[in-house]
């Protein structure tokens, strides 16, 4: 069994990771849901069964091209805090984290597939990209079910289209996602209208890890939700739209901040520099809301010389499972946060005290 | 008005959304409403709060004899669906096709699926969409009793549907 963690790339190389937008668009991600014709699905399935799907699937799926070098495993082989690396990474959701036997992952070395077996439906096929790449990210894995549906028999209805567990996700069983760091339009107070409008169009906004969790550190996700009656196409399309427009109406926030309120711009990244560089026990919750601010900083220009990838490293690692990672001993969250702290102050000593013009 | 996630308490939280031409209401009771965390009625999906409530999971009950349907393939039941909002396999969806059709216009665009096909069907599901089509035409016809127009009709269908023999999905 290859280790997770000599597998995973570190995260410097994973903040490293660039594409357009990516001042405002962090990643983009297409998932496909797809469900073999013959099998129950995974949340009616008894446990042999899900045992035999899972011994179809992942074979099938390692043995594509595009996961030539992979990381494939059955859940039931990865300790609770892999799993929760996983999920700070994005890579399986907070569901899949929670199953064992009968569930599975495979994954590329270059983080940019990742495919979960027997979560909800029996794949959940994810190409992932960062900054504002829906678009490349639905290309990829279309190409990438294509390829698939050769050697696995995929439920498919001329009627309703890739038949999923969930009614929710029929038709294409395409979730397209961004998640977006919004501090200006939050700071200006106008999250709640975009939200509002964004709603309106059929979309979603969710928080940091996705279904039913709060936006920490500014950082929203918006999908579509609707699956079936509009091509795959269409709905790339419109996500593409609306996206483009929200990342217009936060530069346009960040600017009219700057120049209506400066102050309190400069107030809220001053103080958060000064606590994160300065804190001897701090919570994760805390840790994003400040990185959010020095993040918006550093994209107005106050610690030149400071990458933003700096920020998007400490967003990972400042995690509780990454955390846990590098200490051996087992932590009490009061102990997390005295660490957080240390390896927080630790990597803003090089970081000078924010300049205001 | 009776909340309709409790079913206890008065309604007092009144919640609309409007996509394209459908609407979409919700009628909860203060407690239900903070519950589900709609302090702030701007700030949440409905489709994720529609998902969470066992009332708009309702299978429709005026489906023929819905209460005793089950999957002949897997043995879900529509009490199983109120539980879970998911369904056991995907031949479900025919087992409880009746009962889907509200459901499914409540929270999609269409209740026809446009877009990919495994390559393997498109050919099929081409054929399929022309016959139905060509189908329609024919009645047409005959109605108005073209039968001319009715004859080639028949022929057209004769071929297409020995081209492509009962390979039609559904």
Not at chain 1, 273 to 295: F, P
Not at chain 2, 21 to 50: H, N, R, V, W, Y
Not at chain 2, 94 to 110: D, I, P, Y
Not at chain 2, 118 to 130: F, I, Q, V
């Amino acid at each position: 069994m290859k280790d997770l963690h000599q597998f995973l790339i570190t995260p410097s190389q994973a903040a490293q990771q660039h594409g357009p937008n990516d001042r405002i668009v962090m990643s983009s991600r297409v998932r496909l849901a797809r469900n073999l014709r013959e099998a129950s699905f995974p949340g009616w399935a008894k446990k042999p069964e899900r045992v035999k799907i899972l011994e179809t699937v992942l074979p099938a799926v390692s043995a594509l091209p595009e996961m030539a070098d992979s990381f494939a495993e059955a859940m039931d082989n990865l300790t609770a805090l892999d799993k929760q690396i996983l999920v700070e990474r994005h890579l399986i959701s907070r569901e899949h984290a929670a199953k064992n036997v009968g569930s599975g992952i495979v994954l590329n070395r270059e983080e940019s597939f990742c495919v979960m077996i027997n979560e909800e439906d029996h794949l959940r096929m994810q190409a992932l990209r960062p900054g504002f790449q829906i678009r490349e990210a639905w290309n990829a894995i279309d190409r990438l079910d294509s390829t698939l549906e050769k050697k696995l028999n995929f439920a498919f209805d001329n009627e309703l289209g890739y038949l999923t567990a969930c009614p929710t996700n029929l038709g294409t069983g395409i979730r397209v996602s961004a998640m977006l760091h919004l501090p200006g339009l939050v700071l200006a107070e106008q999250i709640n209208p975009i939200i509002q409008s964004v709603n309106k169009l059929g979309l979603a906004v969710r928080g940091l890890y996705g279904e039913g969790t709060e936006a920490l550190g500014n950082i929203f996700q918006v999908s579509n939700q609707m699956t079936l009656g509009e091509s795959e196409n269409a709905i790339v399309e419109r996500l593409e739209k609306v996206l483009s427009q929200i990342i217009e109406h936060e530069e346009n926030a960040r600017q009219t901040l700057l120049e209506k309120k400066p102050k309190t711009v400069f107030n809220h990244v001053g103080r958060a520099y000064g606590v994160l560089a300065n804190a001897h026990s701090i919570s994760s919750k805390e840790t994003m809301n400040l990185l959010s601010l020095l993040r918006l900083g550093i994209d107005l220009g106050s610690f030149p010389g400071t990458e933003r990838a700096l920020v998007d490293e400490l967003f990972l690692t400042t995690q509780p499972a990454h955390l846990q990672k590098q200490i051996s001993d087992k932590l009490s969250a009061e102990e997390r946060d005295l660490i957080r702290a240390d390896m927080v102050r630790e990597r803003l000593k090089s970081v000078s005290r924010p300049v205001t013009k | 008005m009776q909340c309709c996630v409790c079913k206890e308490k008065p309604a007092t939280v009144h919640l609309t959304q409007i996509v394209g031409e459908k609407m979409q209401k919700l009628d909860l009771c203060e407690d239900c409403a903070k519950a589900k965390g709609i302090t702030d009625p701007t700030s949440f999906a409905m489709a994720d709060l529609m998902l969470g409530l066992g009332a708009s999971q309702e299978l429709d009950p005026a489906a023929a004899g819905a209460e005793l349907l089950k999957c002949p393939r897997c043995g879900f039941s529509q009490a199983d669906f109120k539980k879970s909002g998911r369904l056991g396999c995907p031949e479900c969806y025919q087992t409880f096709a009746e009962g889907l059709g509200g459901l499914l216009k409540s929270m999609h665009k269409g209740v026809r699926h446009v877009g990919k096909a495994p390559e393997a069907l498109r050919k099929s599901r081409e054929t399929g969409d022309r016959l139905k089509l060509l189908q329609k035409k024919l009645n047409k016809a005959v109605e108005t009793e073209d039968f001319e127009t009715a004859a080639q009709l028949r022929d057209e269908i004769k071929i297409l549907s020995g081209a492509a023999p009962a390979k039609i999905v559904k």
